[in-house]
């Protein structure tokens, strides 16, 4: 069963509707973008393939970037819950993608994203969760192609972005991401309370 989400006026990125990584009891680990790198490696003969460009909107020659979050279980390495942050776009006359307009490019990214393998590192601890994103483009005219086009959608801090986003009471997506902000901050005090008995063991 699929469902669609959304984030504020955002664009619609299918998800697979039973297991949503805000929802697990489990911990979740929220990593930016190229952070994962310490407890996460490519498994083997794993490729990144980025996404083609949507052959029925080749004519709008629009460049497209999108941040897609998505959630790594160590048991398994394989992207899932998948959801779209933040997108930017502009076609060949400078003018921004619909949400309609933006929806083809929103798959092809997410078909691509769904093909990478990642394997957990002896680094990483059991049953803790990762929530990262990954950045995905599409070039088209290169008269309207920013000089970073990578950078009009990256995220620089997911961990604050999820916390603000989580407040933001336009999103669709508040309650997911609330619930994903309240589970890391649940981790944040089981770790202060985890430090002070072992102080107190200690003594």
């Known amino acids: 069963m699929k469902q669609i989400v959304r984030i504020g006026a955002g ?3 299918a998800l697979a509707s039973a297991a949503v990584l805000a929802k697990t009891e489990e911990r979740v680990d929220i990593v930016t973008e190229g952070g994962i790198g310490k407890h996460w490696g490519a498994a083997p003969g794993a490729s990144f393939a980025a996404p083609g460009y949507p052959a029925a909107m080749k004519e709008r020659a629009a460049n ?5 979050g998505y959630s790594l279980d160590p048991k398994k390495g394989e992207p899932s819950d998948l959801i779209l942050l933040q997108s930017w776009s502009r076609d060949k006359d400078d003018h921004a993608l619909t949400d309609k307009e933006l929806d083809p490019f929103v798959q092809a ?3 691509a994203l769904s093909q990478w393998r990642f394997q957990a590192k002896e680094t990483a601890m059991k049953n803790v969760h ?4 990954a950045t995905m483009t599409f ?6 192609r920013p000089d970073n086009l990578p950078g009009q959608c990256r995220i620089a801090d997911l961990p604050a ?8 009471a336009d999103g669709v997506n508040r309650n997911a991401l609330d619930q994903l902000a309240r589970r ?4 944040q005090v089981d ?3 985890a430090s002070q008995r072992r102080r107190q063991e200690g003594r």
């Open 11 to 13: 664009i619609a990125v």
């Open 130 to 133: 990762t929530f990262t994103a």
């Open 161 to 168: 972005f999820v916390e603000k986003e989580s407040k933001n």
């Open 191 to 193: 770790d202060v309370m």
């Open 64 to 68: 497209v970037c999108l941040s897609i």
């Open 109 to 111: 990214a997410a078909a």
């Open 184 to 187: 890391r901050s649940q981790n």
């Open 139 to 144: 070039a088209g005219a290169e008269s309207t």
